[in-house]
């Protein structure tokens, strides 16, 4: 267990990633399903969903799906601010929330760049994508990894040099999320479009 | 390019209305704080009067205060975590200490000046200083380690919240002041000269606040694509009437015209002045936490 984002830079230690192929997307939410239903969450939120994105106007148009996971910083501004310590940065990187710590003060709700967290309706304190880490931890892959249907997501060691998600980021041209924010996130995305991870401006959002 | 969002899920709301009031009320009791110090920690003896309701204010908001963190909290059972799990990277944690020690002072030095032992009450005064900027200022930090959020992740909130708690302050004492030398008093008449000089120094303070907002909107305005986003929404968009209109003319120009110019310097005026005051600080609070989070992150 580790805290305030500073976690060691050596590298002979584990760094899961995912690796999330938008080219392969075709927004089936199988992903959305898959987490639901591993984690029990609770109606009206969301650990994991796709957004929908429509560039263009018909017939030159075409819809873009960006699913959206934690991105389990390297250096997580939810950990640094959260006044309990419930929220904690392991030694491979895999952010979590301690759920017998957190008093659902929502500040790091308030901090997260990615608005990945939510407050559990039933319970009162936060929750987020895991990556799933009592599966990764028992050999297995993220329950949205082996839900979707065209193998659009990878999940592995980034620090493991011949793992697929190593060598996927290492040849193709990968993009994260907000990389101005200096968060170091590690969900990459390949084709990630403009248009896509814009933020509503307020004017369009209003119906 | 046109592009149009089909889906994306709803953000809950991290802060919203019972922090904005917690902070409000905390500025309001820093302010009061501050204010009661003047004759009993500094000897400014002119402010003599304010010392006594000055304290009580003080200790009354910052009792008040945390109560509004509890209805906010998802757990509030589990509130005791706040001062057994520490963090000291999160600005909460400095201000679960702050919650305490502040009201502590308060109370002790409130005593004293009531048993008028002038050099404990002094003593105390001066501790009470630096704990009331900071549990004022932690909330500042609260809002600027939002990093996500273009409104708040600025240097300028912790001092813009200090100046806009001292201006709430002021304006709160004015009316206290006045009622309780009108009504509760001896000679059951309003101490002009008192009035005076509160609003004098509240009127400079505004101008101070003015000079900070438009700091940090002028820097907003041609920062990154977020911050443009925001300074738009609080000029342009949705937080235009609150922000333009309630906090900076209704809240502050027209309570420093009333103040500064001696003909509008009259009891019922300046009662007007610092009303729109208290109210428009109301507001800035309230732009500031849920203007902040207005617009959304992904």
């Known amino acids: 267990m580790k805290n305030n984002g500073k976690r060691s830079s050596d590298r002979s230690g584990k760094r899961y990633a995912m690796l999330i192929d938008l080219r392969k997307c075709i927004g089936c939410n199988a992903c959305s399903l898959a987490c639901k239903s591993e984690y029990d969450v609770p109606l009206s939120v969301f650990r994991t969903w796709v957004k929908r994105v429509e560039k263009g106007k018909y017939p030159y148009a075409r819809e873009f799906f960006l699913p959206i996971v934690c991105n389990h910083c390297e250096n997580p501004i939810c950990v640094t601010v959260c006044p309990v310590g419930a929220s904690i940065q392991r030694e491979d990187g895999i952010v979590y929330i301690d759920p017998h710590?957190?008093?659902?003060?929502?500040?790091?709700?308030?901090?997260?760049?990615?608005?990945?967290?939510?407050?559990?309706?039933?319970?009162?304190?936060?929750?987020?994508?895991?990556?799933c880490f009592h599966r990764v931890d028992a050999g297995l892959d993220p329950a949205c990894i082996e839900a979707c249907p065209t193998q659009a997501m990878l999940f592995g060691d980034l620090h493991d040099p011949k793992s697929p998600i190593a060598r996927a980021v290492a040849e193709n041209a990968v993009q994260v999320i907000k990389p101005e924010i200096g968060t170091d996130p590690h969900a990459f995305y390949i084709g990630l479009d403009k248009a896509a991870v814009e933020t509503v401006s307020f004017e369009e959002e209003e119906p | 390019m046109d592009s149009q969002v089909l889906y994306n899920i709803i953000p809950q709301e991290a802060f919203g209305l019972f922090i904005a009031t917690y902070f409000y009320l905390t500025g309001l009791s820093a302010g009061s704080f501050i204010l009661?110090?003047?004759?009993?920690?500094?000897?400014?003896?002119?402010?003599?009067?304010?010392?006594?309701v000055g304290i009580v204010l003080a200790t009354f908001l910052l009792v008040l205060a945390p109560l509004f963190l509890l209805f906010h909290v998802g757990a509030p059972l589990r509130s005791w975590h706040l001062f057994v799990y520490l963090n000291f990277s999160s600005p909460i944690t400095w201000g679960s200490f702050l919650l305490i020690l502040y009201p502590i002072n308060c109370i002790i030095y409130g005593t004293f000046m009531f048993l008028e032992k002038k050099k404990p009450t002094r003593i105390f005064g001066l501790i009470g200083i630096p704990l009331a900027i900071a549990v004022h200022g932690y909330t500042g930090f609260i809002v600027a380690f939002g990093k996500a959020r273009a409104l708040w992740n600025t240097a300028l909130m912790p001092i813009l919240f200090l100046v806009s708690a001292i201006v709430s302050g002021i304006a709160l004492m004015i009316l206290v002041e006045m009622v309780r030398s009108r009504f509760f008093s001896k000679e059951k008449k309003i101490n002009k000269d008192l009035i005076n000089s509160l609003s004098k120094i509240l009127a400079w303070s505004i101008v101070v606040d003015l000079f900070l907002v438009f700091s940090d909107l002028a820097v907003l305005s041609i920062s990154h694509?977020?911050?443009?986003?925001?300074?738009q929404l609080i000029?342009?968009?949705?937080?235009?009437?609150?922000?333009?209109?309630?906090?900076?003319?209704?809240?502050?120009?027209?309570?420093?015209?009333?103040?500064?110019?001696?003909?509008?310097?009259?009891t019922i005026p300046v009662i007007v002045a610092a009303l729109l005051v208290i109210i428009g600080i109301f507001f800035m609070r309230y732009v500031v936490v849920v203007g902040g989070e207005f617009i959304p992150l992904i």
């Open chain 1, 101 to 131: 710590r957190c008093i659902g003060c929502r500040y790091c709700m308030a901090s997260c760049p990615y608005g990945v967290r939510y407050i559990n309706p039933n319970l009162g304190i936060a929750e987020k994508c895991t990556w």
């Open chain 2, 36 to 52: 009661s110090t003047l004759s009993y920690g500094f000897g400014f003896e002119k402010f003599k009067p304010l010392g006594r």
């Open chain 2, 225 to 231: 694509a977020d911050a443009q986003a925001a300074a």
């Open chain 2, 235 to 266: 000029l342009h968009g949705k937080f235009f009437p609150m922000f333009v209109l309630l906090e900076n003319i209704l809240g502050k120009i027209v309570p420093f015209i009333i103040l500064v110019v001696p003909r509008f310097r009259k």
